[in-house]
């Protein structure tokens, strides 16, 4: 239900209006930086598409592109890194202003530094919006207001980080491996949460 709605009788083209959605791996166009970011909002002004950039952290790279914005990317955004091409993904987002925002693995694939960077420009993307994350990297869902763990296809619990790590369940286990793989023990113990 999206409004009081049922989705399965909500025109899909009417739906995805409503939607603003940044995948792990985006797909970018054989075109300029510009139009990459436009496809957000077809009418978009130039106003309006470099304050999507600057939002989204793109406009240090952009910056440092031999034509700026108006810079040809090559297919599917061959001249970027992943961290480059995750934030035109962004400035799109941003510039569409959907009410609802898909985050679909966005930062699975990043370094440190583009991770920072690019959950900076999610803030902000996400500011009075309804926010679905789908993620394996927990520290990317610790703030959200209600935090559904899925296995085989079911939602096997459900709650806030702190609620989840008291009940000590598949969500505590799954932080506990986490924390084990990064390797924050103390003194045999794993950090509290």
Known sequence: MIGGKDISKVDPEILLKNFSIVFQDVILFNSSIKDNIKIGKKDATDEEIMRAAKIAKCYE????????IDTLIGENGQRLSGGERQRIAIARALLKNAPIVLLDESTASLDADNEWKINAAL?????????????????TIRNADQILVLKNGRI????THTELMQKRGTYFEMIQEQQKAAGWEVAGELIPN
């Not at 790279?61 to 700026?68: L, Q, R, V, Y």
């Open 123 to 139: 803030d902000t993307l996400m500011q009075g919006k309804t926010v679905f994350v789908i993620a394996h990297r927990l520290n």
């Open 61 to 68: 790279f952009i910056n440092k592109m031999p034509e700026g």
């Open 156 to 159: 096997e619990e459900k709650g």
